[in-house]
């Protein structure tokens, strides 16, 4: 005699879906996000992150949304605004009451000599701005210059045609730079110097 195994649908076991994995920086259902490390909140973590193509300033397991500035991690200065990395931002940036120049989101240590910017040009040291420099200055040609002496205020280039004191001693400045075909004699606060090559003597 054949029997007939039949099943109760009504009590049939279904298996619970299972939560979804979370590794990486999440957006909960409240609304907030958070980063994650192998399904644990990483309350304590502080760094950056990638997400949807960007990266984002974390500080405590959450996206620094007060974070707009210059953020320090792992040796690497992000420029910051809104706790998002700026990757399409190149140009300057303020930290600290200096200025630094950003390459791509990044402070970009390479930057060294004078550099273009805003229609003039700027003295920058390992990406900050030196603006404490006036007078003149050699763009030599191992930072790529053209050896060059330029005259400088806060770090900017000057198109200034004058008279200038470096070193103890006093040159001719014209159109901003040292004027090293400036020969013969010149007449400078009352007395009347000998130049050499832009150099007063006398």
């Not at 900050?128 to 007078?135: C, Q």
């Not at 060059?148 to 205020?153: D, E, P, Q, R």
């Not at 001719?172 to 130049?195: P, R, W």
Request: charged share 15%; net charge negative.
């Amino acid at each position: 005699m054949e029997t007939e195994t039949q099943t109760n649908s009504e009590t049939e076991v279904k298996p619970k879906p299972s939560a979804p994995w979370k590794h990486g920086l999440i957006l909960d259902p409240d609304g907030v996000f958070r980063y994650y490390i192998n399904n644990v909140f990483a309350k304590d973590y502080i760094g950056v992150v990638p997400y949807d193509g960007g990266l984002f300033f974390i500080k405590y397991g959450l996206v620094d949304f007060d974070a707009n500035e210059l953020c320090l991690y792992e040796d690497v200065w992000y420029y910051v605004s809104l706790g998002q990395v700026q990757l399409q931002y190149t140009g300057l940036a303020m930290h600290d009451g200096a200025w630094f120049y950003i390459t791509e989101g990044i402070l970009d240590t390479t930057v060294n000599g004078l550099i273009p910017y805003d229609g003039e040009r700027f003295l920058f040291a390992a990406g900050r701005l030196v603006s404490e420099h006036n007078g003149l200055w050699l763009s030599a040609a191992s930072i790529g210059g053209d050896n060059k002496w330029y005259f400088l205020a806060a770090g900017m280039v000057c198109n200034v045609s004058q008279i200038t004191m470096y070193d103890g001693e006093w040159f001719v400045v014209k159109n901003g730079i040292l004027d090293t075909s400036c020969n013969g004699t010149i007449e400078y606060d009352g007395a009347t110097f000998t130049v050499v090559n832009g150099q007063l003597y006398g």
